[in-house]
């Protein structure tokens, strides 16, 4: 190959290539006209990859923007966990970002109300460590078997191909749960002004462990240094439509003119012992845990600073799962965080293949050896060359490490049961403390009850009472202001 700065064209294969934009043909005269033949190996090769380049679009979060960054340890949290990464002041990791919308395709547009889902990577000395949060604190179901179905209810109907109101409430008037995080979806940050300034919560509480089997309950938050900044639903449904990829832009833009933006990161601890008097499920994605019994510790910062070169190979290629994390930090009984660790798994082998963990922004930094996982599409680290492939070989031998990540702490002994949470009224009561701070925000419900409305246009009336009914479970005020607002919609007003 010649210098850097002027490659000699190629084949894939490596062979010089003729001119790209030559098509071999038996011309027709001086006409324009000819046949193109089957020989012609480079024509062929550049239709045919054009053909194969896309990989599915992830079935959900598929719009996102992403950066490289690093996580710096600011407090000690070694009373808590002795994850390598977390184990002293100043230590520093690379990690990759990604934030994205969740029910829009990979071309929709950024500034729509929506949760923003939080994937960040961590390159450790003991693997990868992903955290894969959301911007609102609480999630909208707590039975995992029913995510596809939330998700779908949020996405185009199946037979008219658009989004569809009357599906949205169906879903929730009937999977009542979600009440809290609706009320925060149609709350002020139900639209970012940018992703620079947004929160990450893991929603799920997880674990800070240690080699002598110490733990302690975390939920875990990152918080923009610069503040949060919202966007109203006017602005944002004009740069909807005239500036689609505002907030990929917006992130792009400041990290190449070396704006970082940063986020402390930040725990809530729980002890064991806590966890019979907590005022509410930890194992319930659905609640938040109140900050004056479970006050924020911090335990770094993390900042973003260098765009990807390449979209698709850093991002679009990038597989995050709750699954992977480092000894010293676990996973809880949440059953929907649960559910979590198998389906990223299995969502990454099918959109990126058996072997994404050999792709650049998948690869662990440090020594992989797992030479169960071999073969497969893409292979490119050796495979192991001759090494067994097979469990309990004595030819190859291998050294094990003592503190490995076991997955449970608490002592379990029962039976398997078929089981769904059912709602109760405590199910509204952190929904309805939510709504008292929106009444006190400055027009806060005025803009609540107006990013709800545009939602009831073209819902039948007896789903519209229901989702009324629905509110005034919250507040009894609302159903109310609710109807007085449609009613003024409708007349113009
Ligand atoms: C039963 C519950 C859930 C299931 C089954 C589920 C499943 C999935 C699947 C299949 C993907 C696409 C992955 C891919 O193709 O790369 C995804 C993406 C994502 N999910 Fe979930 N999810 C659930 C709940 C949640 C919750 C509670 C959160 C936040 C706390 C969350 C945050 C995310 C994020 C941030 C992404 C995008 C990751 C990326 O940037 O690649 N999900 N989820």
Known sequence: MTSVETPLSTLANGQPSERPGCVQQVRYGHSNGGLAVLSDVQTVEILAHFARERIPERSVHAKAAGAFGEFEVTDDVSDLTDAKFLSRIGKKTKLLTRISTVGGEKGSSDTVRDVRGWATKLYTEEGIQDFVFNDLPVFFIRDPIKFPSMNRSHKRHPRTNVPDNAMFWDFHVNNPEGIHALMHLFGQRGIPASLRHINGFSVHTYTLNKADGSYVYVKWHFRPEDGIKTMDSDTAVHLAGTEPDYHVKDLFNAIENDDYPSWAVCIQVM???????????????????????????????????????????????????????????????????????????????????????????????????????????????????????????????????????????????????????????????????????????????????????????????????????????????????????????????
Not at 273 to 292: G, H, L
Not at 449 to 468: A, C, D, E, W
Request: aromatic share 12%.
């Open 271 to 493: 002890t064991p012992d806590q966890v019979k008097d907590a005022p509410i499920d930890i194992f319930d994605d659905t609640y938040t845990w109140p900050f004056d019994k479970y006050p924020l510790r911090r335990v770094g910062r993390m900042t973003l600073t260098q765009n990807p070169n390449n979209y698709f190979q850093d991002v679009e290629q990038a597989c995050f799962s709750p699954s992977n994390m480092v000894p010293g930090i676990g996973p809880s009984a949440d059953p929907v965080l649960q559910a979590r660790m198998f389906s990223y798994p299995d969502a990454h082998r099918y959109r990126v293949g058996p072997n994404y963990f050999q792709l650049p922004p998948n690869k662990p930094t440090n020594k992989v050896y797992a030479p169960f996982v071999r073969d497969g599409p893409g292979t490119m680290n050796g495979n192991y060359g001759g090494d067994p492939d097979y469990i309990f070989s004595e030819l190859r031998p291998v050294s094990f490490s003592k503190r490995v990540q076991v997955p449970t702490h608490e002592h379990w002994n029962g039976q398997v049961e078929a089981f769904s949470t059912s709602v109760t009224d405590n199910d509204f009561v952190q929904a309805r403390q939510l709504w008292h701070i929106i009444c006190k925000e400055k027009n806060g419900k005025n803009q609540f009850l107006r990013n709800i409305l545009p939602t009831l246009h073209g819902v039948p009336t007896r789903l519209r009472s229901q989702v009324f009914e629905y509110f005034g479970r919250v507040d009894a005020e609302l159903p109310k202001l609710l109807e007085q607002g449609l009613a003024q919609e409708m007349n113009g007003n």
